[in-house]
């Protein structure tokens, strides 16, 4: 099989290591060869963060280069603005539509572009944007909006729910359970 | 059964199934992991070093011992540690030893990128570099094997993208040598000139054998290609890339020993193909050495010495062009780290700004200091150099700049080595202030332990060094302990110890705002109707407020209560909510 890629993108803080964590998990039922690359240190606080989840049947690189990305799941809207020119062609990407302003923005020495959205779609790209922070709010907290990021992302994988719900329960501490599958749900419908 | 393991949680891994019993290590990304997740180990006695240089006198100790032994550290880390390297080399080791060091190129955390493997060939001390998680279990394994048998300590080099990338493993049980005697061998241990000098031709001698050895270990292996217009030579995830960008079209000679190299080895190899290329991150270390070798090779005409190499720049350099997706016309502003909410270095940056005070700054969190609209620091090199720097920079200015310069250094960081520097200030007699950014924990790196929190590597209780007591018994008299989230108090102690007439260390208190522990205050709360929109509370760069078109908006989720915006606010608009 072809190697598959999913880049995981967000601000430094918001809990992308959790989904590629729950993306290892599932892959690794199905005897995929996977890779996982993560950033660790001072991209963490607040920075701008990357993480490569790539698999298939053979697997090298552990990172995803410009140009490969089959999917884009950005926990906030500037990054997936961001990171546009690592798609394939035929690549997709699932945002969330919660604005967080950089620094730079804060201090008003840039802008925050008015209409990512719009404008991705206008450069010919299929973005998939949804409120999960109101979602992640609505199973019970924030937090949670990794949980509805991927449960949206599971609609365009052949993975069963009950193989998602099976990687979820490795991955999470048992007492967010159910939160958990709460905003995995949400997102999964949304 | 395969599983999904990190890097840097394999060789730790690799280190409990080769049967090391004991770990010290300073941590410091990228190579932090391994000591944490050793630790995890109830067979390994696994601690924190105040620094890299301890920690690997005191690995070197455990091997002399008996027991096999590791130290891990970053690239940096290593420079401090050079010293014992230089040195252990030549006495050798009883148990096995290994010493991991974690190369950042990129820069993804860390002031340079300098190239770790110059370390093996200056200190002739053979180096195995692996390209994912499974290698990076194995040859840690292998490294105690080798240690033994060439009686050498052996550099296991990881970087970020092998350290910081989970695939698959298969996992082995433990072995559990046997410790092996100590004997008293002076003329093995003692290195002074008489003994050293009978030691050296032995360093020499065993690098000989390491090369034989390099030409027939399978850590160096020819993978066949079908097209041998080219044959690259790879190590690290260098290989990986070249394997992705061109599947098994060239045959690739993977060095997993890149230190010593092979000779006949290479020569076969550059003989079996026209163009000989080098893939390698950094310099063109193995490059250099076919040059040596007189062989004719490509390496840095084609890959730059600059930053990380991915499967693109590989497939580029034979001519390939990756179609990339469409770039947005609209400018995307970055986003570069920034504190958190409710820092409490925060404050304390805001007042040096304030009082337009030259800092010289260190290595931790702190440093985002220097970002905008803070900009507070101005120089960092390594650690520890704040407190000597500062030292130097006074007494050049002959006490001019005494006044108005402050050093910063965080808890983890001064107990590294920043309090030799204290030691040149009081002895050598600079009025100098430093102000120790006491957050209770070793931050950047992601909350370790250290000598001043009371607490070992495992979470357990321990010896607390008292920063008070050290900083007097060192000969500073003018010690005073802040709360960096009063501003008036830490603006009150700042200029009260740069007009004195003596040495001073200022201790700014407060445990980092992301521990566990520390009790959050109920968010800020914006009143729009009061703000005047004069951007005060702009100034400390807090990413849980920001100014609409409307006033001041506090985002409650990232907001600590900490307050030190609504001390900045004359008008009221940032009042703290009631407790309880």
Redesign the interface.
């Known amino acids: 099989m072809e190697t598959k890629n999913i880049m995981i993108v967000g601000?430094?803080?918001q809990g992308s290591l959790l989904a590629s964590k729950l993306l290892?998990?599932l892959l690794?039922t199905r005897g995929y060869?996977?890779?996982?690359?993560?950033?660790?240190?001072?991209?963490?606080?607040?920075?701008?963060v990357v993480t490569y989840v790539r698999f298939g049947s053979k697997?090298?690189?552990?990172?995803i280069?410009?140009?490969?990305?089959d999917f884009i799941v950005s926990f906030e809207l500037?990054?997936a603005?961001?990171y546009?020119?690592?798609?394939?062609?035929g690549?997709k990407i699932v945002t969330n539509t919660q604005r967080i302003?950089?620094?730079?923005?804060?201090?008003?020495?840039?802008?925050?572009?008015d209409d990512?959205v719009s404008?991705?779609r206008a450069?010919?790209?299929d973005v998939d944007a949804f409120d999960a922070l109101s979602l992640a709010e609505q199973a019970g907290s924030?937090r949670a909006v990794n949980l509805v990021l991927m449960g949206h992302l599971s609609n365009s994988f052949d993975f069963t729910p009950e193989e998602w719900d099976a990687a979820i329960e490795q991955s999470v501490p048992a007492a967010y359970l159910a939160l958990n599958r709460r905003a995995f749900a949400l997102g999964r419908n949304a | 059964m395969?599983?999904?393991m990190?890097g840097n949680v394999a060789a730790a891994r690799g280190l409990y199934e080769a049967g090391c019993s004991f770990v010290s290590s300073y941590p410091g990304?990228?190579s932090?992991?391994i000591t944490e997740s050793a630790a995890q180990y109830p067979e390994i006695y696994a601690e924190w070093a105040p620094n890299e240089k301890v920690a690997m006198e005191a690995a070197f100790g455990a091997s002399l011992a008996g027991r096999r032994s590791f130290c891990g550290m970053k690239h940096v880390g290593l420079n401090v540690a050079a010293d014992p390297l230089f040195t252990i080399s030549y006495t050798g080791v009883n148990a096995g030893m290994v010493i991991a060091v974690a190369d950042d190129a990129g820069m993804?955390?860390s002031q340079n990128e300098q190239d770790s493997r110059h370390y093996a060939r200056a200190s002739k001390i053979p180096m195995l570099e692996p390209s994912?998680a499974a290698e990076s279990l194995d040859y840690a394994k292998r490294a105690y094997a080798i240690s033994e048998q060439f009686d050498t300590p052996v550099l296991l080099k990881m970087c970020t993208?092998?350290a910081?990338?989970?695939?698959?493993v298969e996992t082995q049980p433990r072995v559990e040598p046997e410790q092996k005697p100590y004997e008293k061998t002076p003329q093995k241990y003692i290195m002074m000139p008489g003994y050293a000098k009978l030691r050296h031709p032995v360093v020499e001698a065993r690098t000989r054998a390491l090369t034989a050895f390099a030409e027939t270990t399978d850590l160096n292996r020819v993978e066949q290609g079908s097209d041998r217009s080219v044959g690259f030579i790879a190590d690290s995830?260098a290989y990986?890339?070249v394997?992705?960008a061109f599947g098994d079209r060239y045959p690739v000679l993977k060095l997993g020993l890149v230190w010593p190299m092979p000779e006949e080895k290479l020569r076969t190899f550059a003989a079996s193909v026209d163009r000989l290329i080098v893939a390698e991150e950094l310099d063109g270390f193995i490059e250099s050495h076919c040059r040596d070798l007189g062989l004719a090779v490509e390496g840095k005409s084609l890959f730059s010495p600059i930053g990380e190499l991915?499967?693109?720049t590989v497939a580029a350099a034979l001519g390939r062009q990756?179609?990339?997706?469409?770039?947005?016309?609209?400018?995307?502003?970055?986003?570069?780290?920034?504190?958190?909410a409710g820092c409490p270095h925060r404050g304390l940056f805001y007042t040096l700004k304030k009082l337009k005070l030259t800092v010289i700054g260190d290595i931790g969190?702190y440093t985002?200091g220097a970002?905008?609209?803070l900009g507070a620091i101005d120089s960092v090199i390594c650690m520890g150099a704040s407190v000597s720097g500062i030292h130097g920079f006074n007494k050049a200015s002959g006490g001019a700049s005494e006044g108005k310069t402050v050093a910063v250094i965080g808890d983890s960081t001064f107990m590294h080595s920043g309090m030799t520097g204290l030691v040149n200030i009081a002895y050598n007699d600079s009025k100098s202030t430093v102000i120790i950014l006491d957050n209770s924990i070793t931050g950047?790196?992601?909350h370790q332990q250290n000598p001043t929190t009371g607490k070992n590597l495992k979470g357990d209780p321990a010896a607390r060094i008292d920063l008070e007591s050290l900083c007097r018994a060192i000969g500073i008299r003018r010690v005073r302990v802040v709360d960096p989230y009063d501003l008036a108090a830490v603006e009150t102690a700042v200029r009260e110890e740069l007009a004195a007439d003596e040495a001073s260390v200022i201790i700014s208190r407060r445990p980092c705002a992301l521990l566990k522990y520390v009790k959050h205050k109920k968010p800020i709360l914006a009143d729009a109707d009061k703000c005047r929109k004069c951007g005060m509370c702009?100034r400390i760069?807090c990413?849980a407020?920001?100014?609409t078109e409307h006033g001041v908006q506090i985002d409650a989720?990232l907001c600590t209560g900490c307050g030190v915006c609504g001390q900045l606010c004359k008008f009221g608009a940032l009042a703290p909510q009631e407790e309880g």
Request: charged content about 20%; some cysteine.
């Open positions: 601000v430094g803080g290892g998990r690794l060869d996977i890779k996982v690359s993560e950033v660790h240190g001072m991209s963490q606080r607040g920075g701008s697997v090298y690189s552990p990172i280069d410009k140009g490969e990305a500037l990054e603005a961001r546009t020119q690592y798609l394939r062609k690549g302003n950089p620094m730079p923005v804060i201090t008003g020495a840039a802008r925050y572009p990512p404008e991705m450069a010919g790209i924030p | 395969k599983t999904l990190l990304t990228p932090t992991e993804h955390s994912d993208r092998v910081h990338s989970q695939s698959l995830t990986q890339y394997k992705e991915s499967q693109n990756t179609a990339e997706g469409p770039k947005l016309e609209t400018p995307i502003p970055v986003r570069p780290p920034v504190m958190c969190c985002l970002a905008a609209p950047m790196t992601g702009m760069g990413p407020i920001s100014m989720t």
